[in-house]
Nanobody, 125 residues
Framework: QVRLVESGGGLVQAGGSLRLSCAAS????????MGWFRQAPGNEREFVSA????????YYADSVKGRFTISRDNAKNTVYLQMNSLKPEVTAVYYC??????????????????WGQGTQVTVSS
């Protein structure tokens, strides 16, 4: 079992930056793949980024490539999402997710068994 708690969301102007954090409980964090998803009102939850257990492999949605960076610190049981050049259209609740492994279906929310409660990110124009 993995418990996930997100933080770092907030209100920022377009062009600004935010760094989201996801703190995980459990001694096996270092072997879990971690992901970030987001959900805007009226929309389905969508994939943003993922990282394998070692941090050696990262994955991004096309819409965030070059602007978002995922990283992890296994010593701190924490995964991060650095978001730069933010645009109003990325306004959503951002969720952290964990899975014992990662495969080609990483972009499907149902592929991830563990979820945090989410943190709101609002980008004003």
């Amino acid at each position: 079992q993995v418990r996930l708690v997100e933080s770092g969301g907030g209100l920022v102007q377009a062009g600004g930056s935010l760094r989201l954090s996801c703190a995980a409980s459990g001694r096996t964090f270092s072997v879990y793949a971690m992901g970030w998803f987001r959900q805007a009102p009226g929309n389905e939850r969508e994939f943003v980024s993922a990282i394998n257990w070692s941090g050696g492999n990262t994955y991004y949605a096309d819409s965030v490539k070059g602007r978002f960076t995922i990283s992890r610190d296994n010593a701190k049981n924490t995964v991060y999402l650095q978001m730069n050049s933010l645009k109003p259209e990325v306004t959503a609740v951002y969720y952290c997710a964990a899975s014992p492994d990662i495969d080609a279906n990483y972009y499907y929310p149902r592929r991830w068994p563990y979820w945090g409660q989410g943190t709101q990110v609002t980008v004003s124009s």
